[in-house]
């Protein structure tokens, strides 16, 4: 007779979640970095470049540093080294409409044979992300089968939800990854709109004159989940802005003790993008 055989399924993400490495390492997570490049010197966040580091190296610079995704030859090693341990990985990436970094995946996962490779697409970034490859890898420990896992990730994709806003909005327009009809973006760079992820890409969700305006409309908007008293993760991302996120954090949560919440940050290769100053608030319900 045979027994009962549990599948190992790897997790796989990219650096753009964000993720601690002691966090990582306790999940069990497996990170393959994008990188930022300063003319042609170029750095694997997370790994040659802390956030700290590079906001103060962009501080310094006339031009603005470029990203890249990773080389597909990166994920066909991990996944090829995966596969001595594990029957199944799947990989959890920033929104495809955002960075290729989704595709060199999915052509990493059908290169390698011998094992299983399934890729996700999180059609967001950063911590919010990181909550998919979280809950993943709690899964992928106790067993779980690939398509509960991603069925789960189906399931949270209905109730995530991310607003952020920049200090200035020429960074994401320079690096093109704003979205939405130009004529609305010039009347944008004026005022501080709340932006946020619809159909994988970025598009201005809506004007707001101030920064603190733009912050209590968002803190609106997770009001009307919160207030609902189910149970529900959070996160304040920050670029380079610390106490801000703390103080956030501590009014939060004592306003609802129904939430769990956590401060992540906007590091180098999405700093690149939203600049520094960067704020952004994440949810989903668990
Ligand atoms: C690449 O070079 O492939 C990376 C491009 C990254 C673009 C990042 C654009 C900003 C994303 C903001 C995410 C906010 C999530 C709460």
């Avoid at 990188?35 to 040659?48: C, H, R």
């Avoid at 799947?90 to 999915?106: D, F, R």
């Avoid at 189910?230 to 106490?243: D, F, G, K, Q």
Wanted: glycine share 6%; proline share 4%; hydrophobic share 35%.
């Amino acid at each position: 007779k045979e027994g009962i055989k549990l599948m190992k399924t790897a997790i796989v993400t990219d650096s753009t979640a964000y993720i601690p490495e002691q966090i990582r390492e306790k999940y069990d997570i497996h990170m393959i970095p994008l990188s930022v490049n300063f003319g042609n010197e170029s750095y694997q966040e997370e790994i040659e470049i802390t956030s700290e580091q590079f906001f103060e190296k962009m501080r310094g610079q006339q031009q603005l540093p470029t990203t890249s995704q990773p080389p597909v030859g990166k994920f066909v090693e991990l996944f090829e080294t995966l596969s001595n341990e594990y029957d199944a990985v799947i990989s959890i990436h920033l929104s495809s409409g955002i960075s290729g970094t989704y595709n060199g995946a999915a052509t990493a996962g059908d290169m390698v044979e011998n094992i299983d490779v399934y890729t996700y697409d999180s059609e967001i970034s950063c911590m919010v992300q990181g909550f998919y490859a979280l809950e993943a890898a709690e899964m992928a420990h106790k067993g779980a089968n690939p398509k509960d896992i991603l069925a789960r990730m189906d399931e949270m994709k209905k109730t995530i939800k991310a607003y952020f806003m920049v200090d200035d909005l020429s960074n994401l327009q320079k690096g093109g990854r704003l979205s939405g009809a130009q004529a609305l973006i010039g009347s944008l760079l004026q005022v501080k709109p709340i932006l946020h992820f619809e159909d994988k890409v970025i598009v201005p969700f809506e004007k707001v004159r101030t920064r603190k305006k733009a912050l209590n409309r968002v803190f609106e908007l997770l009001d009307e989940v919160a207030s609902q008293n189910e149970p529900m993760r959070v996160v304040l991302i920050h670029a380079n802005r610390s106490e801000e996120a703390e103080k956030m954090q501590q009014e939060l949560s004592t306003k609802y003790p129904n939430i769990e919440c956590m401060i992540s940050y906007f590091g180098p290769v999405i700093g690149t993008h939203l600049g520094e100053g960067a704020i952004g608030v994440g949810w989903y319900k668990k």
